[in-house]
Each structure stands twice: as C-alpha cells, then as structure tokens.
C-alpha cells in the first residue's frame, strides 16, 4: 500500500534555531502533500497544501515566512521550523494525495496517506 | 458548532465489548474517512467510504448520507484498539480540504 516516511519522529531544539521536518512518498507520487499541526486533544488542523513545483499554499494564520515549506519532488516534502520559540512546541503531521492514482490508485478518490507524525519540542 | 462532530469523546470498555463511535457531519461530502491514532502520534486510515458499509477484520464502518452520519464497530474489542478514533470529511465543493472531528479516546480495559 501506499506510505509515507516522516523525520525525524521526535525533535528537541534550542529556543531561536530552525528544524526540517521531512515526508518522503515511498512507493507512489505525493502530487499533493498537506501538513497539519495537532495541539494535545485537539483535532488536526490544516496549516499549508503544497502541490508539487509549486509554492505551497497557507492557512489564514499561519506564518509563511516561519513554516517554509519546499515540495521539489513528487516524493519529498519538507516542513522548517524558523527560529522556533517554546509555542511552536507541538505534533506536526504530514499527509499525502496521488491525484494520478497511477501506483495507488486506492489515493485517487478522496484517499491520503499520512505520516508517522513528529513531535517538536522547543526548549 | 464543529462541522464534525464525534461521540462519545472518551470511551473506556473492557475487553470483548462491542464498541460504537459515531460521527455526525453537517456539509455535503464526497467522502469520509476513519483514522486511527495511537499514543505516538501515528495516523493510520482505516476506512474511506462514501456509501454503505465497509470490514475489514473487526471493524466495521457505515455511512448513512441522507442523515449525515457514519458509526465505527469494533467487534471483540482487544486492549491493542486503544487509540484515538478520528472522523474526517472530504467536502463536496473542496476535496481538498479535509475536516477532521476532534476524535473518541477509546480504552479497552484487559
């Protein structure tokens, strides 16, 4: 089935430095890749939609210019925390859409495939 | 009001029970889909469906679409099903953007 690869699982990073976050498509083409933010007990929300060679596309309120997102390729996505702060402390989740359905085309229709998700912490 | 809503919020059970979670939406969809969540973190989608019914294994997934609203069975509960059970919708008129409830913390008591 279709998976996708999250990096790293848990990071601990110091006030003021920048954290890549990485989701690799293993076995189909991420056409469209979505990252989500999760508060403890809170639903998921959306923060960013990126399609492939093309900048991604944000949720009112979230800073662009903090969570860079860079989807080069149609099997990997990056997510980086600028100079991250305590409150950017969080569970950060990738998800992923192959319009083509050409290796999965379970994805086709509506489908996504998530992440393993990361854990950032900021100290 | 939360376009998907979720109940119970928290269910504890012990182990072998018949579980139910059910999630009511109020815009049109095109699909619905059931998450699963475990203590790490990790999403594993368990169903996608847009009529009737789905199973695989012990879990058994229905949507009504006149009345908007979906259930999720578990049969013969085990300890490992404990894991937050989340409902998402794909709107009609945007498929991509998908609305997630905000999940049933489900334990299963050995």
């Known amino acids: 089935g279709a998976v996708v690869s999250q990096h790293p699982s848990r990071v601990i990073c110091k006030s003021g430095t920048s954290v890549k976050i990485e989701c690799r498509s293993l076995d189909f083409q991420a056409t469209t890749m979505f990252w989500y933010r999760q508060f403890p007990k809170q639903s998921l929300m959306l923060m960013a939609t990126s399609n492939e060679g093309s900048k991604a596309t944000y949720e009112q309120g979230v800073e662009k210019d903090k969570f860079l997102i860079n989807h080069a390729s149609l099997t990997l996505s990056t997510l980086t925390v600028t100079s991250a702060h305590p409150e950017d402390s969080s569970f950060y989740i990738c998800?992923?859409?192959?319009?083509?359905?050409?290796?999965?085309?379970?994805?086709?229709?509506?489908?996504?495939?998530f992440g393993s998700g990361t854990r950032l912490t900021v100290v | 009001k939360n376009e998907v809503e979720q109940s119970p919020q928290n269910l504890t059970a012990q182990e072998g029970e018949f579980i139910t979670i059910n999630c009511s939406y109020s815009?049109?969809?095109?699909?619905l889909h059931w998450l699963q969540q475990h203590p790490g973190g990790g999403i594993v989608s368990l169903f996608m469906l847009s009529s009737g019914k789905k199973k695989h294994g012990r879990l058994i997934a229905t949507i009504n679409i006149q009345e908007k609203h979906s259930s999720l069975h578990i049969t013969a509960s085990h300890p490992r099903d404990s894991a937050v059970y989340i409902c998402a919708v794909i709107p009609m008129n945007r498929d991509d953007k998908i609305i997630f409830g905000k999940g049933t913390r489900l334990h299963i008591l050995p």
């Open positions: 815009v049109g969809i095109s699909a």
């Open positions: 998800s992923a859409r192959d319009l083509t359905g050409v290796r999965a085309p379970q994805l086709a229709n509506y489908g996504y495939t």
